[in-house]
Nanobody, 114 residues
């Protein structure tokens, strides 16, 4: 059974930083391209950062230069370092393979308030 356990979210002021983690089980993590997604209230879920199984990365324009995605295949864990946060980054953040999977985790809430 595939599981995604996201953590690291919280409350932060504009300009602040957070580091999200996602522990993955039930799949051979190291062979999957993975992504961080977010869903803000009233909006569709969107992909904000992706990383291939060999470490190539890509980012949505809205987070480019501020967010960094990384992975530790030995720990089956995906990370998202978020810097220079702004109120538009407020959302629930999820991790998932970029090619899709049968389920989603509960996500971790990120709230940027001024």
């Amino acid at each position: 059974q595939v599981q995604f356990v996201e953590s690291g979210g919280g409350l932060v002021q504009p300009g602040g930083s957070l580091r999200l983690s996602c522990e993955v089980s039930g799949i051979v993590f190291r062979i999957y391209s993975m992504g961080w997604y977010r869903q803000a209230p009233g909006k569709q879920r969107e992909l904000v950062a992706g990383i291939t199984h060999i470490g190539n990365t890509n980012y949505a324009n809205s987070v480019k230069g501020r967010f960094t995605i990384s992975r530790d295949n030995a720990k089956n864990t995906l990370y998202l370092q978020m810097n220079s946060l702004n109120v538009e980054d407020t959302a629930v953040y999820y991790c998932n393979p970029t090619g899709g999977s049968p389920g989603w985790g509960q996500g971790t809430q990120v709230t940027v308030f001024s």
